[in-house]
Every structure is written in structure tokens, then in C-alpha cells.
């Protein structure tokens, strides 16, 4: 039954051989730089890779006169001869030696016999050091462990494993071929036995497969006489042996040697065939796919060989080295190139976009080259070009797939198909969802949050009912300083942060009940020959009313910008002797907000860190001297030390920033041609959209959330507009007309929107009248308290039937002031909704 099994395996084996060898080997086997020493074949030696560098251990041509030790070669990536090494000094004309890497990271010599004494065996095994030669003395290997004719290998966590050996093709029953086997663990020093073969085997090759197991294939059977072409799979988890987990060979073969190439397939190169007595080296190679489990006939080697050595060199090449040919030894090398699968290094992401706005998809994989691509949505292969949805798709062929003018229709599963020589491979599925902003509301009502004790103030950030932001006092001797300010929604409600130490600071954004900021920290200091009290600005946050210190240790300044309850998020800087800033985007985490920086490793001489959203944290950097340029930046938090960075700049800009970010957006500017152009980006520079209208001389954008944006622009008057935008251009309400007449300027620079529909936006405007910046919150989306209160001054009177009048008639697209009803235009309904609540109060 067993004979039958493996019939049927070799049968499929050169069914499959019969179809050809895969076409990831276009260029075959490549000839090597050869040894120096072309006297005598380099013969019996074994290789491995340490460092990079390939190293040739043992065998002929013998050195050091009469003692005839094995000699050591080496082979640097990329260089064009080998360099000869201190050879194995003291240990003899050994053979059959096996080796490797441990898991400290030093090359192991192990086994072996004399050869002209097969029963004299070679000294314990050793480390060998190229400047040193022979050097520590290991632990000896298990009392059974044949001397030569094992097969060796080293698995994923530097084991080095000696598996059978012993007579070879003249073992008989009384004395077979051997089961034995055992593995080496360096940070032990230590041979731990293992589970023995099912069969016995000499002369085999041993190789780790890449999916947790050790394959011993071929050698002579255990009584001798003849090879077999049995696979021994071992699996390292379970520590058990199976001699039908994977196909025979195709031919029966001992000498050959196999080595898992950086395509993940092993390959079993060269050996010897046929009869005992007339044996055949040949220069064949098959190819086992671990993943499908079958044979394929590799490209033939140049050059037969038999007991060479080989390795995967880190150019991701199979380097082939000496060995004997019939009756004779070879000094020549070869090479063949493996190129390694499509792997994906980093998956796309689902993610949510906005209809309108551009949506990005994104992988990065690695591989030989040249790969190509193709997205895919919903398993169907996408194309560069418009859809019949009205939504462009570009990219469709690289890693980055963008979407311009997002649809409805756009919205499903995506994945890239990737392929090289080796094969091709297909991303996880990631979700694209499309979202669509709410409309936006034409009526606003504006409350000012200017407290009678504050010379000046500005709202920051909103969330939950409560607004943050600062509020200018006196502070004697420093003149005029900012308080950080927190208000639930009335100016009577402000309340100062600042530390009874301290004599100010700022509050920006809020979370929860978590509010970012700074303050001055205060600390002696020895001016005018006494010691007085200084300040430094430092970051803060505020749990509730409870101040805690974020200062971060070694810089001079430091600044809390955003939150999102948890997490927080700045900056920290310091200057040099001559003026200099360097800035250090930096997040703080955990209970006691401990801080790390977030700065580039190259390519950039400051970072910010403006705005945060879940993992994300967005801001800008600035390149390097001489000469910096400010480029919007994103940064993925992976963990809590490490982190990925991107430069999402837009192209054709000059420079750009971001402000703010939520729900999968991020808000800020980019300037073209000398003026500023509001922008939301999702994540990626091609996703970045201009909001910037015509309408206006410059724009900014400060936050964004659920689809809307909100920042300022500039009118043609000079003066300052606060804006909320749809993810739109051509889609936005001018703020500034629902503020009271006496402001000049105004500015929007956060925003929430409540699960009620309700959008609350803090920011402050110029009152002309008492020549200062007053704190204001608009809220939209659910009328004014007072339907009739068309001002928002808690009053229906002459002032909102006058805007109405005023108003009467307008229709969208234009804003509509007097729109009572929020129903896009002013017309007899809101002027009756103004009659009939003519004179009341609001509560």
C-alpha cells in the first residue's frame, strides 16, 4: 500500500515536470566568482551566511602544509572574488562536517570523520570566528549521533539540527543507517535530542521548509545498496515524523543538497542517481511548492555536483559552491536568482470618504521586481477612467488607488492582486464606505461667551456642552496674559484654569471631559543678583478642573493641541545659542500622560502635532535646512513606541498644514501662488480637495467633523469670515452673517456635531465697538431656541423682522439670514413665524 502511495506521488510528480519549469527563472543558473585556489576541487565544505557574507567551511584544497586542515573561503554581497580566511587550524583532514548559525549569532561547526579514518571522529564542535579560526569549544554532540553523512540545517530560531547519517550506501541491518536526531541551542549550549526518523538515512539533504517543519530528502535507504526518494517531514511543533506528508522525489538521490529559496519553494540541486556500483552526479534541480505540496523540474544547474556547499545568499540567490563530480572536484560557483512572492507588508485599510471628496486605498508590498498590480472591488478588476457614476478611479495598476469625486456606487470591498517571476498574491479585503455630509444649516444662532472680567477672549474647542479656549487678563508685572478658559455654553460660565502658581496659559481643544493646553510653569530662577520666580510655557491638561503638568523633560516649551479624552497631542521646543527653534511633534498617553515624540527619523528639521484622530495624528513638518518648507504630515501610532509617518503635501503647493481632523478627515491649508486655499485631505496627498471659493481672497480651515469643515476666509472688504463647508467648495454658509452687526471679523475654528443633529461651532470675532476679540459659539441645525429669534439675542423684535424683510425672497444657493424655518429660503412663512412670536422672550 505504501509502495502504491508513492507511485501515484511520483507520477503526478513528472506529470507536473512534463509541463514545463516556471517561468520565474528566465535567467537561470548564473556562473559565480570561483575559488582562488583551482589546484584541487573545493570538495566536502558546507556553507552558511553570517552578516551578510557568504562562508565556504572546510573540505580540500588542504591547508597548513602537513596538518591538512579544511580551508575557509568567504564571499562579501556583491563582490567579485572570494577571500581566503583562517582556515580550520588543528582539527585535521575532516569531512563530512555540517554547520550553521545559532541563536546567538555565531557559526557552528559540528561532525564529521578523518578521511582516510571514517571511525576517527573530529574534535567536539566549535565556533568559528574569521579572526580567530577554531575558537570556543561547544558541548559534544549525543553519544549516538553519527560522525558523518547527516544531514544539517538551521530552523527560524537559530536551531541547528543534525538529522540520520552514518554508513551510507554500505549500511546493512547490522549496521543501518541511523534515526537519530538532535539540534543544537546555543543560548544553552546544548544538543537536545529530538524524535527519530521513521526510517533510517544517510547522505540526505536537510532543509527548514518556512512553514515549521524540517524536510530530510532522499539519501541511502537504512540498510544501503540503494537511494530513496522518500521526504521526511518533521514538525517542529508537535516533534513528530511523517514519511507521507509530502510527495517522493521525482528521482532517487543522495549527495544533493537543498536550500528554501527567497520565493518560499525549496530546491534539492545536484547528487548522485542510479546504480551503487555506477552512480550518475547530475545537475538536476526540482522544485518543491510547500503551499501546493508538488514537484516541478527546476532549471539545470551549469555544472554536476554532489557534496557542495550551498546557501541563499541576501541578494536572494541560490549560491551553489565546489563539490565533486565524478571522480573529480570542482572550484567553480554558481548562482541562481529565487525572486521572492509578493508579500504584503502592510495591508489596505478600511476607511470611511466623503461623497465628493477624493478617497485613497493603499498597500505596500514587497517582492522581486518587476511586480505588477491590479484593485479590485467586490472581486472585480478595476480600471483607470471615469465610472458610469461620475466618479473617477486612477491608480488602478499601482499600489495607490484613488478615487476622485467619490460616489455611492464607489462604496465595497477592495483588494490588490499583486504578481511577479514567483507568483501573485492578493491583499486582505478592505471596506470602503462613502458618506454623505448633512446638509447644511441656513440658520445659525451665535451666542457670545465674552465674560465681563476678561479684556479679551476666543473659544478653541467644543465638545459635549462645553467650550475651551482663553481669555486675556491682567497680570501684573507681565502686562496683559492669557488664561486657559472653560465655558458650558454661557458667558457667565467661564471659568479660569490657570494654577494658582501660575500666571496664565491657553486651552485648546477638548474631549470628554479632557481639555489640552499649556500653562506658564513657574520656577527659581537667579536675575539682578536674587532669586525670583520665572515662567516657561509648558503643557497642560485638564481632567475635569484638575490640572496636571505635561512638561516635557529637556525642552524648553512645550504645547497640548488636541485630545480626544485619552490621548493627547503637541508639541515641544527648544533654540540653540543663536536663535534657532527645533520643534518636536510629541503625543502624550496613559494615566500619568507620559510623552514620546513622534519626529521623523530623517528628512525633516521640525514637526507639529496639531490635531488627532483615533490612531491618527496629523499636523505638518517642516524639510530640512537650509531653506524649510512647511508640509501637511500624518502620523499612523502602531504602538505605544512606534509609529508611521507620511508627508501628505499636495502637489503644486508651496506649503501646507493641518488643523484638525474627525471622522476620517483631516482640515487645514495649503497655499498656491502666494494665497492660502482651505483643504480637507483623508489621510493621503492625493486625497486632498480645495475648499477655497472664489468668493474669497484666502481661506483657512481649523477642524472638521461628520463631513463638515469650519474656518475663516477672507473677503474682498479685507476683514475676516468665519465659514462651515460640505466638503464643498460651492457648499458653504458664511457665519459671519449671523453675528451681531458691531463685529468686523470673525473665526470658526471647532466644531461638534451632536447625535440630535446639532452643530455647535466655538471660535471669536473683532467687536469693533469695544475694540476687542470676544469668545462665540454659532449652533445650527436646530433652530433658533426662539423660532422667531432670527439674531440669536434670546429675543424676537424689530432687528429680526428687519432681517427678514430684509432677507425676503433669497433663495439657495445663497445664504439665506431670515430662513426662519430652516427650509433653504426666506419667503411669508418665516416673516409669520416672526409676526406671530413677535415680542417674546426666550427662554
Known amino acids: 500500500m505504501v509502495l502504491h502511495n508513492r507511485i501515484r506521488r511520483v507520477s503526478i510528480a513528472m506529470v507536473m515536470m512534463a509541463m514545463g519549469g516556471s517561468s520565474a527563472f528566465a535567467r537561470g543558473w548564473e556562473a559565480a566568482p570561483s575559488f582562488p585556489d583551482q589546484t584541487e576541487g573545493r570538495r566536502y565544505a558546507f556553507a552558511v551566511v553570517q552578516g551578510g557574507m557568504i562562508y565556504s567551511i572546510g573540505g580540500t584544497p588542504w591547508v597548513n602544509g602537513g596538518d591538512e586542515d579544511g580551508a575557509v573561503y568567504t564571499l562579501a554581497q556583491g563582490a567579485s572574488a572570494w577571500e581566503a580566511r583562517i582556515g580550520l587550524d588543528g582539527i585535521g583532514p575532516v569531512i563530512h562536517q555540517g554547520g550553521g548559525v545559532d541563536d546567538l549569532g555565531r557559526i557552528v561547526v559540528f561532525g564529521g570523520h578523518l578521511i582516510d579514518d571514517p571511525a576517527e571522529p573530529a574534535p567536539d564542535p566549535f565556533v568559528y570566528t574569521v579572526e580567530e579560526g577554531p575558537w570556543t569549544q561547544l558541548a559534544p554532540r549525543g553519544a549516538s549521533a553519527p560522525l558523518g553523512l547527516f544531514a544539517w540545517c538551521t530552523d527560524a530560531q537559530g536551531r541547528i539540527y543534525s538529522l540520520g547519517g552514518g554508513p551510507g550506501a554500505s549500511a546493512n541491518g547490522s549496521n543501518p543507517n541511523s534515526t537519530y536526531c538532535e539540534r543544537y541551542v546555543g543560548s544553552l549550549d546544548a544538543w537536545e535530542p529530538i524524535a527519530p526518523m521513521l526510517t533510517g538515512v544517510a547522505d540526505a539533504a536537510g532543509v527548514e521548509d518556512g512553514h515549521g517543519h524540517i524536510l530530510v530528502i532522499g539519501g541511502w535507504a537504512a540498510t544501503g545498496g540503494v537511494r530513496t526518494a522518500n521526504v521526511a517531514r518533521y514538525d517542529i511543533a508537535s516533534d513528530s515524523w511523517s514519511n507521507n506528508a509530502v510527495p517522493d522525489l521525482p528521482v532517487a538521490l543522495s549527495g544533493a543538497r537543498a536550500v528554501l529559496g527567497a520565493d518560499g519553494r525549496v530546491y534539492v540541486m545536484g547528487g548522485e542517481t542510479g546504480p551503487a556500483g555506477s552512480p550518475t552526479v547530475v545537475n538536476t534541480v526540482y522544485i518543491l511548492d510547500v503551499s501546493a505540496n508538488t514537484w516541478e523540474a527546476g532549471p539545470p544547474m551549469i555544472s554536476a555536483r554532489k557534496w557542495f556547499g550551498a546557501v541563499l545568499g541576501e541578494d536572494d540567490c541560490i549560491y551553489v559552491m565546489g563539490g565533486s563530480s565524478t571522480g573529480t572536484g570542482t572550484w567553480l560557483c554558481e548562482k541562481l536568482y529565487t525572486p521572492p512572492c509578493p508579500v504584503f507588508a502592510q495591508q489596505p485599510e478600511s476607511a470611511d470618504a466623503w461623497r465628493g471628496q477624493p478617497a485613497a486605498l493603499t498597500a505596500t508590498v514587497t517582492g522581486a521586481t518587476p511586480m505588477t498590480f491590479r484593485w479590485r472591488r467586490n472581486g472585480a478588476d478595476l480600471f483607470d477612467g471615469p465610472t458610469a457614476w461620475g466618479s473617477v478611479i486612477s491608480g488602478a495598476e499601482t499600489t495607490t488607488l484613488v478615487i476622485t469625486n467619490a460616489r ?328 459671519h452673517a449671523f453675528v451681531p452687526a458691531e463685529f468686523i471679523s470673525s473665526y470658526a475654528n471647532a466644531i461638534e456635531m451632536a447625535g440630535d443633529g446639532t452643530i455647535s461651532v466655538a471660535g471669536y470675532g473683532y467687536n469693533g465697538a469695544a475694540s476687542r476679540y470676544e469668545a462665540l459659539m454659532w449652533r445650527g441645525g436646530v433652530g433658533p431656541v426662539c423660532p422667531g429669534d432670527i439674531d440669536g439675542d434670546m429675543d424676537v423684535d424689530s432687528t429680526d423682522l428687519n432681517v427678514v424683510l430684509t432677507d425676503f425672497g433669497c433663495t439657495p444657493p445663497a445664504p439665506c439670514p431670515g430662513d426662519a424655518d430652516q427650509d433653504q429660503d426666506t419667503d411669508s412663512t418665516d416673516l409669520n413665524i416672526v409676526l406671530s412670536t413677535f415680542g417674546a422672550s426666550c427662554p
Open 408 to 735: 455611492p456606487e464607489d462604496a465595497g470591498a477592495y483588494a490588490l492582486h499583486a504578481e511577479n517571476a514567483c507568483g501573485g498574491s492578493e491583499s486582505a479585503s478592505a471596506t470602503l464606505d462613502i458618506l454623505t455630509p448633512p446638509a447644511l444649516p441656513s440658520q445659525w444662532t451665535v451666542t457670545n461667551l465674552h465674560p465681563a472680567w476678561a479684556l479679551a477672549s476666543r473659544a478653541y474647542g467644543v465638545s459635549g456642552g462645553v467650550q475651551s479656549g482663553e481669555c486675556d487678563m491682567p497680570s501684573p508685572p507681565f502686562g496683559t496674559l492669557s488664561h486657559p478658559v472653560r465655558w458650558t455654553g454661557t458667558a457667565d460660565s467661564a471659568v479660569d484654569l490657570a494654577p494658582g502658581n501660575s500666571v496664565g496659559g491657553g486651552a485648546g481643544a477638548t474631549s470628554g471631559d479632557v481639555i489640552a493646553g499649556w500653562w506658564w510653569w513657574p520656577y527659581p530662577c537667579y536675575i539682578g543678583g536674587q532669586w525670583q520666580t520665572c515662567y516657561t510655557r509648558q503643557a497642560a491638561a485638564w481632567v475635569g478642573m484638575t490640572h496636571h503638568n505635561l512638561q516635557v523633560s529637556g525642552w524648553e516649551y512645550s504645547t497640548a493641541n488636541d485630545t480626544d479624552g485619552e490621548v493627547l497631542v503637541g508639541t515641544a521646543w527648544s533654540d540653540d545659542d543663536v536663535g534657532n527653534f527645533f520643534f518636536r511633534a510629541t503625543v502624550w498617553s496613559g494615566p500619568n500622560f507620559t510623552y514620546r515624540f513622534i519626529h521623523p527619523a530623517s528628512g525633516v528639521s521640525s514637526s507639529f502635532a496639531y490635531a488627532l484622530d483615533r490612531d491618527r495624528v496629523f499636523g505638518m513638518i517642516h524639510t530640512p535646512y537650509p531653506g524649510p518648507q512647511a508640509h501637511a504630515a500624518a502620523w499612523r501610532l502602531t504602538s505605544p513606541s512606534e509609529f508611521e509617518f507620511a508627508d501628505i503635501h499636495p502637489a503644486g503647493a508651496s506649503r501646507s498644514q493641518i488643523n484638525g481632523a474627525g471622522s476620517g478627515q483631516q482640515a487645514g491649508a495649503a497655499e498656491f501662488a502666494g494665497v492660502w486655499h482651505a483643504a480637507v485631505w483623508a489621510a493621503h496627498a492625493a486625497t486632498f480637495f480645495d475648499l477655497h471659493s472664489p468668493a474669497f481672497t484666502w481661506s483657512q480651515a481649523y477642524d472638521t467633523a461628520s463631513g463638515l469643515q469650519v474656518g475663516s476666509a477672507g473677503t474682498s472688504g479685507g476683514g475676516a469670515h468665519a465659514v462651515i463647508w460640505a466638503t464643498s467648495a460651492s457648499e458653504y454658509v458664511d457665519l
